[in-house]
C-alpha cells in the first residue's frame, strides 16, 4: 500500500510537471530566444536600458548563442564603449563564425585600434565567402591607406567607385587618398560629395577641418566648426575647438562667449569655470579675481566648488582673492574636513607668499586641535623640504603612506623630497607612484612625463599623457605636453589639432605660435614657419629653439645664405644676446666658416669677459679648425683666470687633458674640482676613471671607493666606471654580470665592449675577449672617437691572437 501510494504520488508529479512545460513553462532555449527577441525590440525602439536587461538575461540562460553578444555589441557601439564592444564581438564569433556583420564590425574596431593584421583578417573571411562584399572591401582598403600602401589601396578604391559613388565610406577613403597624395583640391570635393549625401557626418567635416587648418584657411575652419556647433549643439568639444580658432585670430569676445555657454549648459562645474578662468587668465588677467568672486557668490553654500576654484586661484597667483574665498568656506564650514581643508589651503597661502612662520604657526595650531589631520601634515612636509630638511621631511610622509589618505600628494612630496636628496631613482619611482593613484598629480606627472621622453620612452611617455588628458582635456601643461609629443612624433595633423587648443589657454601667446611654426617646419611649409619664428623674435630675441629652427628653416629650403644675412642682421640689432652669438657660430660652422665664427666669439669675450659659452665655443672652433692644442689650452685657461669657480670650463680642460694624454694634469683639476664641488657626479666618474688606469694600489682603491658612490646611477657611462673598478679590484666575475647586462642596454659604447673584453680575457674566455676587443675598436674606427684604453685594447688583441696561434 504505501509502495501503490508513493507511486501514485510521483505519477501526480510527472503529470504535474508535463501540464507546467506545455502550458506555463519554457525550455531555456526558448526563454533565451524570447529574451533576445525583446532585446532586438527595444534596441528598435531606442530603448536600450531594457534591451541591455533582456539580452543579459537571455546571456543568462543555458543556451548560449553568438547572436546575443553580438547585440550586446550593438548596444556598446551605442554607448561609445568600444573595448566592451570588442570582447562581446570576440565572443560572439567564438560561438558562431557565421555572423558576417559581426566580422565586419570586429573589422571596423581593430582600424580603429590600431590592429591592421586582425582587421584584415576579418575582412578576408568576410570575402572569402562573399569577394564582392562592400564592407570587407572598404576595411581591407582602410588597413591599406593605414599601412602607407597607396597603391593597393588606390586599386581597391577606384574599383569600389565605380559602382558606389554615392557610399560616404568609399568616398572618405578617395579623400584620404588623394589628401596623402597632396591632391588637396580632389580631396576636398570628394569630402562635398560625401557630405552632400550625409551633411551630418563628423568624421567628414572634422577632416575637412584638418585639410583647411594644414592650409592655414582659419576663416574656413571657423566656418567648419561653426556648423559642427548648430549641428551638434549638445557637444561641448566642438565649441572648445571653435573658440579655440576664435583665440587664435583674436576673437576674444566670440570664444568668451562659447566657454560660458558651455558653463551654462553643463550646470555651473568647476571644471569647466576653471577653463574659463584660465581663458581670462591668458586673455585678460586683470578680469580673474572679479569672475572668480563672481563664482564663489554664485555657488554660495556649496563649499566644495569653491575650494577648487581656490586652489586654481592660488596655483595661478591669486593668492589674495583665494584666500578670500577659502575665508567664506571656513566660515560656513567650521572645523569640518572640507573646513579644516581650506584652513590648511589658508595656511598655505602665506607659505607661498614665504610666511614660513605664519604658516608653521598656523599648521602647529592644526594640529593640536586635530593630530591626525593629513592635509595639515602634508603642509609640514612641504615646510621641512623649504627648509631644507628632507630626511625628516621623508620621515614624516612614510608615516603618511600607512593612512592611505592623500596618497598621490604623499608620493609626490616622497618624490621631491629624494630629488633634493639628489636619490633620482627612488625619486621617479615615487612620481610614478603618484600617477597611479592620480594621473592629473602635476608635480609627478612633470618628473615622469619628462623622464620618459628623455629616456626615449615615449609609448609609455603618451600613456602617462593620455591618462592625464582623458581626466583633464583643457589643462594647459598636459596639452602643452602633448603637442610637443606629437611633434616629435611627426603627428602634425594631432599636434595642429592641440595647438588650437593651447591658444585658448596660454597666458603667453608666444607658446601656441612657436608650436604652429614647428607644424609648419614639420609639413615643409618653411616659408610660413619662417615667418612665424621671426614674429617670436620680434617679441623674444633671444629665443634660442625659434633661432635655431629658423636657420633650419632657411637651410631646408635651401636659402642658406638668408639664414646668416638675418642672423647677423639680429646680432647688429641685439649685441648682448648670447644665444644668437651661439646660434650664428653654429651656422658659421656647418658652412665651415671659421674665420667668421673666431671673429664673433672673440668679440664677444672683449665684450663679455666673463661669457663662459664664448669660451666653450671658441675652443670648438679652434679645434675644428685645426689649430694646435695650445690655442685650446690658452682659451680655456683665459676663461678660468675671470670665471675661477666654472664647473664647465673646468671639466672641458680636464678632458682637453685626458685627451691630450697629459692624465696627471686631468686629475689634478678633477681633485681640485671635488675639493669644492664633491657632488658632481661627471668628475667623480672621470677622476675614478683615471685612477682605475692606474696600476698602484692607493690608485685603485681611490678608484674603486669613488666609483661605488655612481654605482646607482642610471648613466651609462658610470654604470660602465663601476663595473670595470669591480674587474680592477679583483671581483671580475661580478664585473662581468654587470659589464654584460650593460652591453645589451647599450651596444654601441666602444668603453663598455672594451672593458667586457677584458672582464673576459681575465675569466679565461680568449676567443670572446677577441671578439668584444675587435668590436670596440671597429665601433670607435666607426664613431671617429677615441676611447680610454684604446692603445692598450688594440696591443692586447695582437697578443691574445698570436697566443692562439702558437
Known amino acids: ?42 534596441i528598435e525602439k531606442g530603448e536600450l536600458d531594457k534591451a541591455f536587461l533582456e539580452l543579459k538575461s537571455a546571456n543568462q540562460s543555458d543556451d548560449k548563442r553568438g547572436e546575443t553578444y553580438y547585440y550586446m555589441a550593438l548596444l556598446d557601439e551605442k554607448a561609445n564603449n568600444y573595448k566592451a564592444m570588442k570582447q562581446n564581438l570576440i565572443r560572439a564569433l567564438e560561438l558562431d563564425e557565421s555572423l558576417v556583420d559581426a566580422k565586419i564590425k570586429l573589422g571596423k574596431l581593430h582600424v580603429l585600434f590600431g590592429d591592421l593584421e586582425k582587421a584584415l583578417e576579418q575582412a578576408k573571411a568576410v570575402m572569402a565567402k562573399d569577394s564582392d562584399n562592400l564592407e570587407a572591401r572598404i576595411i581591407e582598403a582602410s588597413v591599406y591607406v593605414k599601412q602607407e600602401k597607396a597603391d593597393q589601396a588606390e586599386k581597391i578604391v577606384q574599383q569600389l567607385l565605380k559602382n558606389n559613388q554615392d557610399n560616404v565610406d568609399v568616398l572618405s577613403l578617395a579623400a584620404a587618398l588623394a ?51 548648430g549641428l551638434y549643439p549638445d557637444n561641448n568639444n566642438f565649441k572648445l575647438s571653435l573658440a579655440s580658432i576664435y583665440s587664435m585670430t583674436d576673437k576674444l569676445d566670440s570664444a ?50 569653491i575650494v577648487e576654484l581656490s586652489k586654481w586661484m592660488m596655483a595661478n597667483g591669486f593668492i589674495d582673492a583665494a584666500k578670500n574665498g577659502l575665508e567664506k568656506v571656513v566660515a560656513f564650514e567650521g572645523n569640518s574636513d572640507l573646513g579644516l581643508t581650506a584652513q590648511v589651503l589658508i595656511a598655505e597661502t602665506s607659505m607661498l607668499a614665504k610666511q614660513y612662520d605664519g604658516t608653521k604657526g ?112 583643457n589643462q594647459i601643461n598636459f596639452l602643452i605636453s602633448q603637442a610637443e609629443l606629437d611633434i616629435i612624433e611627426k603627428r602634425w595633423d594631432q599636434a595642429q589639432d592641440v595647438v ?53 628653416s632657411y637651410d631646408a629650403s635651401g636659402q642658406k645664405e638668408k639664414a646668416v644675412f ?27 666658416d671659421y674665420k667668421k665664427a673666431q671673429k664673433l666669439l672673440t668679440g664677444q669675450i672683449d665684450r663679455f669677459p666673463k661669457s663662459v659659452s664664448s669660451y666653450l665655443a671658441l675652443a670648438k672652433v679652434q679645434v675644428l679648425s685645426g689649430e694646435n692644442g695650445e690655442s685650446v689650452r690658452q682659451t680655456y685657461l683665459k676663461g678660468l683666470q675671470v670665471n675661477p669657480d666654472d664647473l664647465q670650463l673646468a671639466l672641458a680642460l680636464a678632458g682637453f687633458y685626458e ?82 647586462e650593460l652591453v645589451i642596454k647599450e651596444p654601441k659604447l666602444p668603453e663598455v665592449r672594451y672593458h667586457l673584453g677584458i672582464a673576459h680575457f681575465h675569466s679565461g674566455n680568449k676567443a670572446t675577449a677577441v671578439s668584444e676587443l675587435k668590436q670596440a675598436i671597429a665601433l670607435s674606427d666607426r664613431q671617429k672617437k677615441g676611447f680610454s684604453g684604446q692603445d692598450l685594447a688594440k696591443k692586447m688583441l695582437i697578443e691574445i691572437e698570436h697566443s692562439v696561434t702558437k
Open 1 to 42: 500500500m504505501v509502495i501503490r501510494k508513493y507511486k501514485d504520488n510521483v505519477d501526480k508529479s510527472l503529470a504535474l510537471i508535463c501540464a507546467l512545460l506545455l502550458f506555463g513553462c519554457n525550455s531555456p532555449v526558448e526563454t533565451a530566444d524570447s529574451h533576445l527577441q525583446k532585446g532586438k525590440d527595444f
Open 179 to 229: 589628401y596623402k597624395a597632396n591632391r588637396t583640391a580632389e580631396a576636398l570635393n570628394l569630402i562635398e560629395k560625401g557630405l552632400s549625401k550625409d551633411g551630418k557626418n563628423i568624421a567628414l567635416r572634422l577632416f575637412r577641418v584638418k585639410i583647411n587648418a594644414a592650409n592655414s584657411d582659419v576663416d574656413k575652419v571657423i566656418e567648419d566648426y561653426k556648423s559642427l556647433v
Open 256 to 305: 568668451e562667449s562659447l566657454l560660458r555657454d558651455v558653463i551654462d549648459k553643463e550646470g555651473y562645474k568647476p571644471d569647466s569655470e576653471i577653463t574659463l578662468l584660465e581663458f581670462l587668465n591668458a586673455k585678460a588677467k586683470d578680469r580673474v579675481p572679479v569672475e572668480y568672486e563672481s563664482m564663489v557668490n554664485r555657488h554660495q553654500r556649496q563649499t566644495a566648488p
Open 362 to 473: 598656523i599648521v602647529d595650531q592644526m594640529l593640536a586641535s586635530n593630530p591626525e589631520f593629513v592635509p595639515a601634515k602634508l603642509l609640514r612636509a612641504r615646510l621641512l623640504l623649504v627648509e631644507n630638511n628632507p630626511d625628516e621631511a621623508v620621515t614624516l610622509l612614510n608615516k603618511l603612506v600607512w593612512d592611505k589618505a592623500n596618497l598621490d600628494e604623499v608620493y609626490a612630496l616622497l618624490g621631491q623630497a629624494y630629488q633634493v636628496k639628489k636619490d633620482r631613482k627612488t625619486a621617479d619611482k615615487y612620481f610614478k607612484q603618484a600617477l597611479e593613484v592620480n594621473p592629473v598629480n602635476l608635480v609627478a606627472f612633470t618628473n615622469t612625463f619628462s623622464s620618459y621622453i628623455l629616456a626615449g620612452q615615449r609609448d609609455i611617455a603618451r600613456q602617462v599623457l593620455d591618462k592625464a588628458l582623458k581626466l583633464k582635456p
Open 500 to 552: 588650437h587648443k593651447i591658444a585658448l589657454f596660454s597666458k603667453e601667446k608666444a607658446v601656441p605660435i612657436y608650436l604652429q611654426a614647428n607644424v609648419l617646419q614639420g609639413r615643409g611649409k618653411y616659408t610660413d614657419a619662417i615667418g612665424l619664428y621671426e614674429k617670436i623674435l620680434q617679441e623674444f630675441p633671444g629665443h634660442i629653439n625659434s633661432l635655431i629652427n629658423l636657420a633650419r
Open 566 to 592: 638675418y642672423l647677423e642682421k639680429h646680432h647688429e640689432k641685439y649685441p648682448d644676446s648670447s644665444a644668437i652669438v651661439g646660434v650664428l657660430t653654429d651656422v658659421y660652422l656647418g658652412n665651415k
Open 659 to 740: 685627451q691630450a694624454n697629459e692624465k696627471l694634469n686631468a686629475k689634478k683639476i678633477y681633485e681640485e674640482l671635488l675639493d669644492r664641488h664633491p657632488d658632481v657626479d661627471v668628475a667623480i666618474n672621470n677622476l675614478s676613471s683615471l685612477l682605475l688606469e692606474s696600476d698602484n694600489q692607493d690608485d685603485l682603491g681611490k678608484g674603486m671607493t669613488l666609483a661605488e658612490r655612481i654605482k646607482d646611477s642610471d648613466n651609462p657611462y658610470f654604470q660602465d666606471t663601476y663595473a670595470w673598478a669591480l674587474v680592477r679590484s679583483g671581483k671580475v666575475a661580478e664585473g662581468l654580470k654587470l659589464l654584460e
